[in-house]
């Protein structure tokens, strides 16, 4: 029995040992945002984000950079999420390692909610100052009321340099230059620690007498009224009076003292500036879409029709923030995350360029593992079985044109 | 020593041991009322007491004094009937206000980076010592409902203006004007707390022009009296004692 006990606690000690030892040794950081495990519905039938550009791939405590791009507002909103009529442009990062010195949608400054309309393109541009260093997957986001954040692509950014000497200045009305960052911290370390003296001083002025057994003696033996004493009495007469006293007091001189004061600022901003995009020529009938399950491939069946006047060849399809090219009419050269890139992704049964006036059924296979890594395969488990996208013509001058598509998506699972 | 005997031989003991257990008993009121007491304004006072954004003169003046005063209305009825001990309020309120600034400084600036100057707590302090002074003064729960339930949502906005009136001065930013308060919640992004969650300005007290905290504190006061009767009756509940006859054990 007692050889039992001792190897029990010996396996203890150790399981014990390794159980703690892993929680200390394997710390993963925790720097994504999710995006992985929104609905694929959600991703691919709301905001579609196109062009973006991060500025920088590193920056220094102090610098900046931007990250712009368009998105463009499905017209097929799905019916299960809220339109967004109240939407904020905001930003996916890891706690405020960025500020947010900037934002703005069709060139105006979006600090609040704005409305946006379906069917409509924006072209939106975040100012980020640098604060903590380390690497951040910093992303787009649109959060929409009603319908939860939608998370757009997002880049590994690397901020070097020291939290330490991070500044945020600001110029208020009054003319007095602040340091935002540290602004108001001591006056806020101040008024409380002084409040809290003397919420301790009327609780030291209790507990110094004996409390809880001889009180409740002398209450349960009818004494009651002698617990409190004419002393307590003014005490605590003192320190109701005072406490009045000192709030109307600093009431008062901080009035004197912040004399222009206004209430915080709130409300929605209408009638968003949208982007043209020029007028698409080019019309696209989704005859079927399949999802090869065990392929990670998904297979549409489109008739192209040309009605403008310049040959065009399809070079991108982009759903969900990932871009699926033909890399004979398309190279991107902008940066965009390898994660999120198929470079050869994208293979038409017949690309060479429709003429005008051409109609063209075409077999189109979006293919890469980021069908698979992003979860969209997951979109047989939503609840409105439908994919959606940009497809991007170009023509031989390289002019770009943008079709939506949207359509019911079939699984093959053989 | 038999079954019957005293554990404690003389009186010295006895006060020794009385004291002890005052000691053993107030830290633990202390901790049970701050993790319950702060979990509880968390989930209904939460982003009202979080950011400075959300701190305006209608409803964070309306709701956080409403949802605040539950604790101390319970721990301040347990402690006088029990013990005639006028401290529930401020004990409640002290260890809510530890357990919100280890929160804020360990994870809202030691975790996420917000720095304390924009997620600092609010200060329920003054209600507090009013609210455990009128129970004193007047020995009444009745009085104590009724005049510090009022003072309770009176003193509130009063009590917190030297703190957050600073964070009030305008600025010009990019051709809007915001409060420094609106330019922090601005500036330092939270990636789940989109602008339009925010609860502030809203309302249909639009007839008091910009005089309107003092309706609002007025407002919160009398709600506070009726949530102090009904949470007073909480703490009586819990501190009365049920004697069952051995028959029914």
Known sequence: MKLLK???????????????????????????????????????????????????????????????????????????????????????????????????????????????????????KVLLKARRPGDWH????????????????????????????????????????????????????????????????????????????????????????????ATDKKVGMAFTAGTIALVAMTMATTNEKYPVTTPLQA??????????????????????????????????????TNNGDSAVRLGEFNTASVRFLDSAVLEDTTGYPDDLLAEDGLTVSDNSPLAPGQTRTVQVTASDAAWEVYRLADLIYDPDSRFAGLLFFFDEAGKRQMVTVDAPLIPVFI | MSASQSAVRSRAEAVKVSRTF??????????????????????????????????????????APIVSITFPAAVQACLWYRYRLPF?????????????????????????????????????????????????????MTLTAVLGGLAWGLLFYPGNWPIIAPLHVPVEYNGMMMTLADLQGYNYVRTGTPEYIRMVEKGTLRTFGKDVAPVSAFFSGFVSIIIYFLWHFFGRWFASTAFVSGENV
């Open chain 1, 6 to 124: 001792d190897k029990a606690a010996k396996l203890s000690f150790v399981a014990l040992l390794a159980a703690t030892s892993a929680s200390m040794l394997y710390t993963p950081t925790a720097a994504a945002h999710g995006e992985k495990s929104q609905a694929a519905f959600m991703r691919m039938r709301t905001i579609h984000w196109f062009d973006l550009n991060w500025s920088k791939e590193e920056v220094k405590v102090n610098d900046t950079m931007t990250l712009s791009g368009k998105f463009y507002v499905f017209s097929g909103w799905p019916e299960t999420v809220d339109k967004p009529e109240v939407a904020f442009l905001n930003v996916g990062e890891p706690g405020a390692v960025f500020i947010r010195a900037g934002s703005w949608i069709g060139g105006q400054l979006v600090p609040r909610s704005a409305s946006l309309e379906l069917g409509e393109t924006y072209e939106f």
């Open chain 1, 138 to 229: 910093i992303h787009a986001m649109m959060n929409v009321q009603g319908g939860g954040p939608i998370i757009g692509p997002g880049k590994w950014t690397t901020i070097t340099g020291s939290m330490r000497d991070f500044v945020n200045p600001v110029t208020t009305l009054t003319g007095e230059t602040i340091n935002l960052e540290t602004y108001n911290l001591e006056n806020t370390y101040f008024w409380h620690a002084l409040w809290y003296a003397l919420g301790l001083a009327w609780l030291a002025y209790w507990v110094r007498k004996p409390m809880f057994i001889p009180r409740s003696i002398a209450i349960e033996s009818g004494k009651a009224n002698t617990l409190i004493t």
């Open chain 1, 267 to 304: 409300g929605l901003l209408r009638n968003m500036k949208t982007f043209e995009m020029p007028a698409p020529t080019v019309a696209v009938k989704v005859e079927d879409a399949t999802y090869r399950v065990p392929g990670r491939a998904m297979q549409m069946t489109l008739k192209i």
């Open chain 2, 22 to 63: 005052d000691w053993m008993i107030l830290f633990t009121l202390f901790f049970v009322v701050l993790g319950g007491y702060h979990i509880h304004y968390m989930l209904t006072g939460g982003d009202w007491d979080f950011w400075t954004d959300w701190k305006d003169r209608r409803l964070w003046v309306t709701v």
């Open chain 2, 88 to 140: 529930g309020a401020v004990v409640c309120v002290l260890g809510l206000l530890l357990g919100e600034w280890v929160n804020r400084y360990l994870n809202f600036w030691g975790w996420t980076y917000f720095p304390v100057n924009f997620c600092f707590p609010s200060n329920l302090i003054p209600g507090a010592i009013v609210l455990d002074g009128i129970m004193l003064l007047g020995g009444s």
